[in-house]
């Protein structure tokens, strides 16, 4: 497998400096979608994949390179409270058998908020022998996706040209990072706006 390209100017991934082989590549992808009002649908999808014939400790053989996992996770999440309200997982693609048995379990955070906390409530609701490793780092992007979903659903210029009521609570983003520090001015600015009517273009 050969290196893959960097996209940004000025950055050089190690594999482009040394003879590198590709063994592994996981990959996450999540998609929102606005129901109505009052509701998005997160999609995710988890994959895993090697690139040259390997032996499977669980099930004691060697098997030919390819798909390792596929794990895929819908949940329906409230606006703006981000509540979820459903969630399933369907493991398309797994090595052995017994992991079917942890499908369920993404029930296990229905009624979970997506706010700050949520990736410690996930890791005890699906930690450990209670889920899926695999399944849990999924559901943890998808809840990051999430807020991006919803600020997505309330910046939307729609007919009219006007976007959302701006109601929702500031708290999501509360040191979540440095930009959204508690004593900085960014996050001053959008707890001054929330309520704040639509905006019109």
């Not at 129901?35 to 499977?56: A, C, Q, V």
Request: proline share 5%; charged share 30%; with cysteine.
């Amino acid at each position: 497998m050969k290196c893959r390209r960097p996209r940004s100017p000025g950055f050089t991934p190690w594999c482009a400096l040394q003879k590198k082989e590709r063994i592994h590549s996981r990959t996450i992808t999540v998609n929102s979608y606005e129901i109505d009002d009052s509701s998005l649908l997160i999609e995710g999808e988890l994959l895993d994949e090697r690139f040259f014939p390997s032996f499977y400790y669980s099930r004691s053989e060697f098997l030919d390179p390819g798909i390792v996992h596929d794990i895929r996770v819908e949940m329906k999440v409230t606006l703006p409270e981000l509540e979820i309200t459903e969630a399933r997982a369907a493991m398309r693609k797994i090595p052995i058998e017994e992991c079917l048995g942890v499908e369920s379990s993404a029930g296990k955070i229905v009624g979970l908020r997506i706010k700050p906390g949520f990736s410690r409530v996930l890791k005890e609701r699906l930690g450990g022998t209670a889920g899926c490793l695999h399944m849990a780092t999924l559901i943890y992007h998808m809840g990051a996706a999430a807020v991006q979903g919803m600020w997505a659903a309330l910046s939307r210029k729609r007919e009219g040209g006007g976007t959302r009521a701006l109601d929702y609570d500031p708290n999501i983003l509360k040191n979540s990072c440095w930009l959204w520090r508690e004593d900085g001015p960014f996050f001053e600015n959008v707890k001054n706006l929330r309520g704040e009517r639509e905006r019109k273009a």
